[in-house]
């Protein structure tokens, strides 16, 4: 089994890398667009969960606090009682940001003096963060003028301490370009299953391919590990240049980073060997591949936050692979996330690759006889 196997692999890598065009497409567009993402792209903001720790009993942290409630960009996400759940909360994604009012705030401000507020911003989004720190700073110069109009005086009276986590100068790169890994690498492994089988048969080989020892879950096999294998190299050749030419820290595990890079290709290559043994043609196979490539994409979180989709769109992106590797990117790159932080988002990868691999090994079979 073994020997006939692994001659299907060494066919099917020929078959990719002997054509100096077929080399180039492999290797320039995915370097060219991460270079593209990585300079050119930029994101908006229209959600903003935050939390509370309010440590000031007097009127006037109600009356900002009453501000931001009343402003339709800002939702209320909860309401702490100390300073040791401000970790959490962010960590765990339940607010974007947690407004902290200590205690001598409207003493402060009663008696003419400038009082802090501070602001804990999740940077791992830095485009967000920094528009949410506008909105912020729109709402405090608001309060200002009213508090100085109402009390008098002609210094601020609040000022603003912001400290970002994860990304402490708000580098927008940081937050967009580790996610270009799993885009990039869904667009290269997907076109390589999606054409393969769809290759046989328009080359007139797939006859010859089905008179082999091999059964269809081997040759659906020596389909796939090619993928793996050039997926595997795209995917490193990426990282680096993120690390050494971005300059974008990799904080995290490299063990967490490819296990999730592996169930990641397990999955998009599931997919595309499906679509491949649909597809008749390799104009079949290259439109399926993009009929799933751009929804995929659009529903990662990547481009726009998966909490500001509608309810039915939220529970679509669960069965796609590319949501989970988002995340597993940018906690890596980010947060310094572990093995053990990453396995909500590492089962539902390794069970969408398990169902796909399965149904294109029912197809193909169907297909065959």
């Known amino acids: 089994m073994w020997t006939h196997l692994r001659a299907l692999i060494v066919k099917e890598m020929l078959a990719l890398l002997k054509d100096k065009k077929s080399r180039l497409v492999l290797i320039a567009p995915p370097i060219i667009q991460l270079f593209v993402f990585g300079y050119a792209a930029t994101f908006d903001l229209n959600h903003v969960r935050y939390a509370v720790l309010n440590e000031d009993s007097g009127g006037a942290s109600r009356e900002l606090l009453a501000r931001f409630e009343g402003s339709g960009t800002f939702e209320c996400a909860a309401r702490l009682s100390n300073d040791t759940q401000i970790a959490p909360v962010i960590d765990n994604k339940r607010a974007l940001l947690v407004i902290r009012f200590p205690s001598d705030f409207s003493r402060n401000l009663e008696s003419g003096r400038s009082a802090d507020v501070q602001v804990n911003v999740d940077g791992r989004n830095s485009n967000s963060a920094m528009l949410v720190l506008n909105y912020v700073q729109t709402i405090i110069s608001s309060f200002n003028?009213?508090?100085?109009?109402?009390?008098?005086?002609?210094?601020?009276?609040?000022?603003?301490v912001v400290r970002p986590w994860y990304n402490p100068n708000l580098v927008s790169r940081w937050f967009i370009v580790p996610g270009i890994?799993?885009?990039?690498?869904?667009?290269?492994t997907l076109l390589i299953t999606a054409l393969s089988v769809a290759r046989e048969r328009e080359a007139g080989t797939f006859d010859q391919l089905l008179v082999t020892p091999l059964s269809p879950f081997e040759i659906l096999l020596g389909k796939a590990i090619p993928g793996v294998l050039l997926g595997l190299t795209e995917a490193t050749a990426i990282i680096l240049i993120i690390v050494f030419w971005f300059k974008i820290p990799l904080l995290g595990s490299l063990i967490a980073l490819y296990l999730g890079l592996l169930l990641f290709l397990l999955s998009s290559i599931g997919v595309g060997l499906m679509i491949s043994s649909l597809a008749v043609t390799q104009q079949q196979g290259l439109l399926g591949a993009f009929l799933f490539l751009v929804p995929s994409i659009i529903l990662s979180g990547f481009s726009t936050p998966i909490a500001n989709m509608p309810e039915y769109l939220q529970t679509l992106t669960l069965i796609n692979p590319l949501r989970y590797f988002i995340v597993i990117l940018r906690s890596v790159f980010l947060e310094g996330a572990t093995v053990n932080l990453l396995w909500p988002q590492y089962w539902p990868m390794a069970v969408i690759g398990c169902v796909c691999l399965f149904s294109s090994a029912q197809l193909f079979r169907r297909r065959m006889y």
């Open 181 to 188: 890994v799993g885009l990039l690498t869904l667009l290269v």
């Open 145 to 160: 003028s009213s508090w100085i109009k109402a009390h008098g005086g002609r210094a601020p009276p609040a000022n603003l």
